[in-house]
């Protein structure tokens, strides 16, 4: 219902109240007796009691939104307590309370907690709480709080909207990755090392002017001290391989197992301290070049959280001008590795040394013979292809490394 109509509705409804006290006084007065009398005086507290809540000011009426959960990951659980306030103690009977979501499959995930029905009384705060269960991966918005009172007989209905806007990020899962060695090229020759790191931090060999990007453990306060002038240490250099984790957008019915890979090795990786990016391909290409804080990784997460799969004819071509010149190596992770995919990963980090290719697959059924043939066209093309089921994740590396 539009405002003006809600406006018209409720004036003509404090017209019929208005006339019906009138009514019945003039009934009273000229009927006299005992009877007619008794009507008015049992009709007038209800009558007056609509008519001041129509004068009731809804704004008075204050919500706060407190989530008990902080940190929530796919599949989990959200508890939520919603508090109203108000500084006007008058008697409110039949009071609702409904949270807005954006989605509105949120309510019936909810069973229906999201409307709580009470009676306010002369209380000057109320709150409630409810849970909603198995929580899918994505940002869920929660618009405010819609308040809806009457009186005794539903003549009198007033509705309020408070704005209270909450964005809920619900994270990908993780899994513990078991690192294995994989090939990297050292500058003394060809050796294996753990993932890729890129400086050998147990020992300095001088120091330089400090550059955006440095991580913090680099700085050389010693220098500081002297100089006031930043400087960050200088290390061997161990190899030159970086690592660049590319996640396929396209839509899939394997892609929130895509998502959580992905998620498992960007966050593995930076706990050990590797030199990794991640990209992701869809309606555009969003690419985090550094992952060395805590907050970088956040951001990461942040974006697996939001990220939504696009339909094939909607994927734009990679494109991401400070990632051509990396010399290390690509982890795709996608469910069709498709040739055509393919050429633009390997256009889009040009110096690459090697494309690890991560194909998730079901692993309650057999891969398709379509997926079959993308795999082994991608093998004779020189890229190394591993299929993995969710139960595999966890040795995905193993293959790597054999």
């Known amino acids: 219902m539009t405002k003006g109509k809600r406006l018209l509705s409720m004036t003509g409804r404090f017209v019929f109240i208005v ?3 009138f009514s019945v006084y003039v009934f009273a007065m000229f009927q006299g007796g005992k009877v007619s009398w008794t009507i008015f005086y049992m009709l007038t507290p209800f009558l007056l009691y609509s008519i001041t809540l129509f004068a009731y000011p809804m704004n008075n009426i204050k919500a706060e939104r407190i989530l008990r959960t902080k940190t929530i990951k796919n599949g989990g659980k959200l508890v939520v307590t919603v508090k109203l306030s108000r500084t006007v103690p008058f008697p409110l009977l039949y009071t609702a309370a409904i949270e807005k979501w954006t989605d509105p499959a949120m309510n019936r995930r909810a069973k229906n907690r999201t409307r709580q029905l009470f009676l306010f009384g002369f209380k000057k705060s109320v709150e409630f709480s409810y849970e909603i269960d198995k929580l899918p991966r994505g940002e869920h918005i929660v618009e405010g709080v819609e308040i809806e009172v009457s009186d005794f007989f539903g003549w009198i209905q007033k509705r309020a909207f408070i704005e209270l806007k909450d964005a809920i990020l619900v994270y990908p899962n993780t899994i513990s990755i078991k690192y294995a060695p994989i090939n990297a090229q050292y ?9 890729s790191l890129v400086k050998d931090t147990t020992m300095a060999t001088g120091v330089r002017d400090y550059q955006a990007g440095d991580r913090v453990t680099w700085i050389h306060w010693k220098s500081f001290a002297r100089t006031q002038n930043l400087m960050t240490k200088e290390f061997e250099d161990r190899q030159s391989e970086d690592l660049i984790v590319l996640l396929d957008g396209r839509d899939s019915d394997l892609f929130e197992e895509q998502v959580e890979l992905a998620a498992s090795i960007v966050e593995e990786a930076a706990h ?11 309606a555009e290409t969003v690419v985090f070049p550094f992952i060395h804080s805590a907050d970088q990784l956040h951001n990461v997460f942040v974006h697996l959280a939001k990220i939504q799969p696009v339909p094939p004819d909607a994927m734009q071509p990679l494109a991401y001008s400070s990632l051509t010149a990396a010399a290390g190596s690509v982890v795709l992770v996608t469910s069709s590795p498709d040739w055509t995919f393919l050429q633009s990963v ?3 980090v040009k110096n690459t040394k090697a494309v690890i290719c991560f194909v998730i697959v079901d692993g309650e059924g057999v891969i398709p013979p379509q997926i079959q043939e ?9 890229i190394t292809v591993h299929a993995l089921s969710n139960k595999q994740f966890s040795e995905a590396f193993k293959e790597v490394a054999s």
């Open 187 to 195: 500058d003394r020759g060809s050796l294996i090392s753990p993932f």
């Open 19 to 21: 006339g019906l006290f």
């Open 374 to 382: 993308q795999i082994r066209f991608a093998k004779a093309k020189g």
């Open 272 to 282: 050990h301290h590797a030199n990794i990016a991640f990209a992701s391909a869809g």
């Open 346 to 348: 390997m256009a889009f």
